[in-house]
C-alpha cells in the first residue's frame, strides 16, 4: 500500500528562518534597524515557558533582539496592560505577543487589543481580523500562515480546489478559511454542530484540521490523494503510563489514504515559530517603511 508523503514542516521552516536571518542581517547592515520581538508571559505554566523560551532563542539566532517579560501568575490586569503601552512606544520593539492562556483575572481580548495592530505579530488583533477577512493587507495569525505555506510548496497552486477546514477558532480556523479563500479555493468550515462530518471530509482536496480532539479525524474521512494538514497538538497517555503528542488525524490511518500529510511532531509547529519571526520582520520592515520582499505576505 502506497503511503502519503510526509510534509516535513522542520526543514521548511528551517528554510525559511534561514531567509528570514539574511534579511535581518541586510535591514541591520544597510539600514541600521534591528527587529525586535517582545514576548510576554504571565504565569508559571510549563507548556507555555517552554514555547516562550523557544521563540525568543529563534530570534536571537535570526539576528532579532528578543525582549522577554515573565510576569508572576498574581499580576495585575492593569500592571499588564501598563507593560503593553510601554512596548507600544518602544521603537526598538516590533512585534509584541502575550502569550495565551491568560490566567482567568485578565481578560484576554481586552489585552489583545491593547496591543497596537501594526506591531500585534500574531495577529489577532480586530484590526488584523478585519483586514484578512476584508482581503486587506494586515500581519496574518502564524499557524494559518505556516499552513498555507506547507500547503503551496506541496501543491503549488491551490485555484479550484475544494478546502475543508475543521474547526472554527479565531486562532485557527476563521483565519485559515479566509487564506484559503484568497488562493480561491472553495471552503467549507465544519465543527461539531456539523450534520454529516466525515461526508464533508470526504469531498475534500485539502483538509485542515484544527479542533483539539485526539484522532477525531479517521482515515476512511480522507479522499484518496487528498492533502491533510494536521494543526492538533494532543498529548496522550499510553497503556504504560509514558505520553506522546498526537495530532486531530488517525495518522497510521489517513497516511494510507492521502497523498500528503503532515506529521504531528515535526509538522506544523515548527512553522507557527518561523511565521512569527517572518511576521516580526514584517512589522519592522513596515514600521520603517522598508521593501523587503520576505515581508510581504504573499510573497
Excluded at 494559518?144 to 479550484?160: F, Y
Excluded at 483538509?207 to 494532543?234: C, E, L, Q, S, Y
Excluded at 512553522?271 to 512589522?283: D, F, G, K, S, W
Aim: hydrophobic share 45%; charged share 20%; with cysteine.
Amino acid at each position: 500500500m502506497t503511503q502519503a508523503k510526509l510534509i516535513d514542516g522542520n526543514a521548511f521552516s528551517a528554510t525559511l528562518r534561514d531567509q528570514i536571518a539574511a534579511r535581518v542581517h541586510e535591514i541591520r547592515e544597510v539600514n541600521r534597524v534591528v527587529p525586535g520581538l517582545a514576548v510576554v508571559l504571565v504565569g508559571e505554566d510549563p507548556a507555555s515557558q517552554v514555547y516562550v523560551r523557544n521563540k525568543n532563542k529563534r530570534a536571537t539566532e535570526c539576528g532579532m533582539t528578543s525582549f522577554e517579560h515573565v510576569l508572576p501568575i498574581d499580576t495585575t490586569e492593569k500592571h499588564l496592560l501598563n507593560l503593553i503601552e510601554g512596548l507600544n512606544d518602544d521603537p526598538a520593539v516590533h512585534g509584541i505577543l502575550v502569550q495565551l492562556p491568560l490566567p482567568r483575572h485578565i481578560d484576554a481580548q481586552k489585552v489583545i487589543e491593547a496591543i497596537r495592530p501594526d506591531k500585534d505579530v500574531d495577529g489577532f488583533h480586530p484590526w488584523n481580523v478585519g483586514k484578512l477577512a476584508a482581503g486587506g493587507i494586515g500581519l496574518i495569525p502564524c499557524t494559518p500562515l505556516g499552513s498555507l505555506m506547507l500547503l503551496r510548496d506541496q501543491l503549488g497552486s491551490l485555484s479550484g480546489m475544494k478546502a475543508v477546514v475543521v474547526g472554527r477558532s479565531n486562532i485557527v480556523g476563521k483565519p485559515m478559511a479566509h487564506l484559503l479563500i484568497r488562493e480561491n479555493c472553495t471552503v467549507t468550515v465544519a465543527h461539531s454542530q456539523t450534520r454529516d462530518l466525515p461526508g464533508e471530509v470526504r469531498g475534500a482536496d485539502i483538509v485542515i484540521a484544527a479542533v483539539g480532539k485526539p484522532g477525531m479525524i479517521r482515515g476512511d474521512w480522507i479522499k484518496p490523494g487528498a492533502a491533510v494538514i494536521d494543526v492538533g497538538i494532543n498529548r496522550v497517555t499510553l497503556p504504560d503510563g509514558k505520553s506522546r503528542l498526537v495530532g486531530d488525524v488517525a495518522f497510521d490511518e489517513a497516511v494510507a489514504v492521502a497523498g500528503a500529510i503532515t506529521p504531528v511532531p515535526g509538522g506544523v509547529g515548527p512553522m507557527t515559530i518561523a511565521c512569527l519571526l517572518r511576521n516580526t520582520l514584517t512589522a519592522a520592515a513596515r514600521l520603517h517603511c522598508l521593501d523587503i520582499p520576505e515581508a510581504h505576505p504573499w510573497a
